[in-house]
């Protein structure tokens, strides 16, 4: 499956976003799927998780703030961010997840098979 991440941009502190990852292929709705995001300096952490089933988690930091969902008619997957703060400035990634279990999240990247490229989201204070 092949993944493309858009929606990023410059928000200013409390602003929206709605990040949007399109993936390829008829098979979609089989995938776990993840954001994970990578500020300067830092390692790449998961922001939220969605099963196949459409289960989604998110990490602390952000809960009450993101969500994720999918969309598997249209092959896509959503991170709606309100309230932003600087400290959400990052590169976000959409990473797909092949023959998940069913039984648990995936929150470690190196549990994903394939990612996008990443689209920049950068909060002004």
């Known amino acids: 499956v092949q993944l493309q991440a858009s929606g990023g941009g410059l928000m200013q502190t409390g602003g929206s976003l709605r990040l949007s990852c399109a993936a390829s292929?008829?098979?979609?709705?089989?995938?776990?799927m993840g954001w994970f995001r990578q500020a300067p300096g830092k390692e790449r952490e998961w922001v939220a998780v969605?099963?196949?089933?459409?289960?989604?988690n998110v990490v602390d930091t952000v809960k009450g703030r993101f969500t994720i969902s999918r969309d598997n008619a249209k092959n896509t997957l959503y991170l709606q961010m309100n309230s932003l703060k600087p400290e959400d400035t990052a590169v976000y990634y959409c990473?797909?997840?092949?023959?998940?279990?069913?039984?648990?999240?995936?929150?470690?990247?190196?549990?994903?098979?394939?990612w996008g490229q990443g689209t920049l989201v950068t909060v002004s204070s």
């Open positions: 990473a797909a997840k092949a023959r998940p279990l069913g039984t648990k999240w995936y929150f470690d990247p190196n549990d994903y098979d394939y």
């Open positions: 969605i099963s196949r089933g459409g289960s989604p």
């Open positions: 292929g008829r098979t979609f709705s089989t995938y776990d």
